[in-house]
């Protein structure tokens, strides 16, 4: 099992930053994609950034040039790097971790982001 906790999320303005942390705990064996999501009111949960194994990553096309996901092994943690935050930004955060040998998923709890014009 592995359990994922989020921070980092709050009240910004428009333009401004912030820094989503995901920590793991329990045994990540076989997760080969980690991944951010998410979801505003009234929306479908929808994937913002992944980053698999080796190192690539994947961005919605809204997020491009704004976002940046990335890794630190050693600490367990997984991060999104958001800047030029916009109001169409503001949603609950979910970080997920995916095996896909074993085919599960896990989530985080989420995060809220406000991004205030």
């Known amino acids: 099992q592995v359990q994922l906790v989020e921070s980092g999320g709050g009240l910004v303005q428009a333009g401004g930053s912030l820094r989503l942390s995901c920590t793991a705990s329990?045994?990540?064996?076989?997760?080969?994609?980690r991944g951010w999501y998410r979801q505003a009111p009234g929306n479908q949960r929808e994937l913002v950034a992944s980053?698999?194994?080796?190192?690539?990553?994947n961005y919605v096309d809204s997020v491009k040039g704004r976002f940046t996901i990335s890794r630190d092994n050693a600490k367990n943690t997984l991060y999104l790097q958001m800047n030029s935050l916009k109001p169409e930004d503001t949603a609950v955060y979910y970080c997920?971790?995916?095996?896909?040998?074993?085919?599960?998923?896990?989530w985080g709890q989420g995060t809220q982001v406000t991004v205030s014009s």
């Open positions: 980053i698999i194994t080796g190192g690539g990553t």
């Open positions: 329990g045994s990540t064996l076989g997760i080969n994609t």
């Open positions: 997920n971790f995916y095996n896909s040998y074993a085919n599960r998923k896990y």
